[in-house]
């Protein structure tokens, strides 16, 4: 009889154990989703309902989110253009991560039809707008996005502790005047660099300075490559950041951070980031022209050469082994580019970008001239 008593006691305290553990692991579960959900709370979250044209794309393999930095002052909110257009393309098989600049200024249709720079859609519809620009005129399947500010961009760089970047004499003279105003902008301090070329490790304020940089030799194309080589150094950073230190990160700039993404999907993210190596980093459109002007149209513009042309590239490059066809859309637009400013692969260099010939193949194939307007859309004069 002890010995039964003995086994039963045992027993029962092996349930308790079993129990116990099966709670602890439940409060533990719950807490990590807790903690998830209120750092979700921190960001501002805004669902997208987005257009893909070309419903033939198969790209299970890959996952496309477009970034937008926003060229966003103090107070301003609405009506804001994405300095910053970059799609990361996450290569699911390879463990890559590929990023696109889409030029800025690159001559693309909008919403409504018309055409304008690639940054003006944002300032018209906000990242919905942006994001079916994208997919529309680069024949892409992009489902979310993530917008940030000058402010979220320096916070990062100061809590990793800054980035290191080998400037040029000309870029160091550029960077402190552009320093003026971001520390304006953000409310953070800098120190002014001196007047040396080399390698220096860059504070928040001079690394979203850095990546302003317009006026020395490639321009805006210049700078779409200084953008990707801050994104490229703050990806290298988090990636050996501790636990703590990322906390830090996510609690400072996560409420500067407008997403469609979803805990989930953010947690993903952050797993890309850790696991995954830099892929490709180039600039789109890949062949392309500057026109001194664009009849019907003032200011300066990117057009690409034969859109339809880059996009297959583009395709190519970020989508290696998968068929692509282009959509009827991107054909359409293609040919209203070529027939709006003149340039195609047949065209070198134009000092002017006239409509083109009115018997071209184009004509004959029924094509009609778009109703275009000049854009109301006046885009500010700073520097």
């Known amino acids: 009889m002890?010995?039964?008593?003995?086994?039963?006691?045992?027993?029962?305290?092996?349930?308790?154990?079993?129990?116990?553990?099966?709670?602890?692991?439940?409060?533990?579960?719950?807490?990590?989703?807790?903690?998830?959900?209120m750092k979700m709370d921190k960001i501002n979250v805004?669902?997208?309902?987005?257009?893909?044209?070309?419903?033939?794309?198969?790209?299970?393999?890959?996952?496309?989110?477009?970034?937008?930095?926003?060229?966003?002052?103090?107070?301003?909110?609405?009506?804001?253009?994405?300095?910053?257009?970059?799609?990361?393309?996450?290569?699911?098989?390879?463990?890559?991560?590929?990023?696109?600049?889409?030029f800025?200024?690159?001559?693309?249709?909008?919403?409504?039809?018309?055409?304008?720079?690639?940054?003006?859609a944002y300032a018209y519809g906000g990242a919905q707008e942006a994001v079916d620009m994208l997919n529309k005129n680069l024949d892409l399947d992009i489902e979310d996005y993530a917008s940030v500010n000058f402010k979220a961009l320096a916070d990062v760089v100061d809590l990793l502790g800054g980035i290191e970047i080998e400037l040029t004499l000309e870029e160091i003279g550029h960077l402190n005047n552009y320093s003026v105003e971001t520390s304006e902008?953000?409310?953070?301090?800098?120190?002014?660099?001196?007047?040396?070329?080399?390698?220096?490790?860059?504070?928040?304020?001079?690394?979203?300075?850095?990546?302003?940089?317009?006026?020395?030799?490639?321009?805006?194309?210049?700078?779409?490559?200084?953008?990707?080589?801050?994104?490229?150094?703050?990806?290298?950073?988090?990636?050996?950041?501790?636990?703590?230190?990322?906390n830090k990160i996510i609690d400072k700039v996560l409420p500067e951070v407008t997403t469609s993404l979803d805990m989930k999907q953010m947690l993903q993210m952050a797993e890309y980031l850790i696991e995954y190596d830099m892929g490709s980093t180039t600039g789109f459109p890949f062949e392309n022209q500057t026109p001194d002007y664009i009849s019907g149209y003032s200011g300066s513009y990117v057009v690409p050469v034969n859109l339809q042309a880059n996009v297959e590239e583009l395709h190519a490059t970020?989508?290696?082994?998968?068929?692509y066809e282009p959509s009827e859309t991107?054909?359409?637009?293609?040919?209203?580019?070529?027939?709006?400013?003149?340039?195609?692969?047949a065209y070198e260099d134009p000092a002017v970008a006239e409509p083109a010939d009115t018997d071209s193949a184009y004509t004959d194939q029924g094509y009609e001239e778009p109703g275009y307007q000049e854009p109301v859309y006046e885009e500010p004069q700073y520097e």
């Open 185 to 246: 902008v953000t409310g953070l301090s800098y120190t002014p660099l001196p007047a040396e070329a080399g390698n220096y490790n860059l504070s928040g304020v001079q690394a979203v300075s850095y990546a302003r940089i317009r006026y020395t030799d490639g321009g805006d194309f210049k700078r779409a490559e200084r953008q990707r080589i801050v994104l490229e150094k703050i990806m290298q950073g988090l990636k050996k950041a501790g636990i703590l230190k990322l």
């Open 318 to 323: 970020l989508f290696a082994g998968k068929e």
């Open 46 to 102: 805004q669902d997208i309902q987005t257009n893909v044209t070309n419903k033939n794309l198969n790209l299970d393999d890959y996952t496309n989110v477009a970034l937008f930095g926003l060229d966003a002052r103090i107070g301003e909110t609405d009506g804001v253009r994405s300095d910053t257009i970059i799609v990361a393309s996450i290569d699911n098989k390879n463990k890559k991560i590929n990023l696109i600049s889409v």
């Open 104 to 120: 800025r200024d690159t001559f693309l249709q909008q919403k409504d039809g018309t055409y304008d720079k690639a940054n003006s």
């Open 330 to 345: 991107l054909v359409q637009i293609s040919n209203e580019i070529i027939y709006m400013t003149g340039i195609d692969k």
């Open 2 to 37: 002890k010995r039964v008593k003995e086994k039963k006691v045992r027993h029962k305290r092996k349930k308790r154990a079993i129990f116990l553990v099966v709670e602890v692991l439940i409060l533990s579960v719950l807490s990590v989703v807790a903690y998830g959900m």
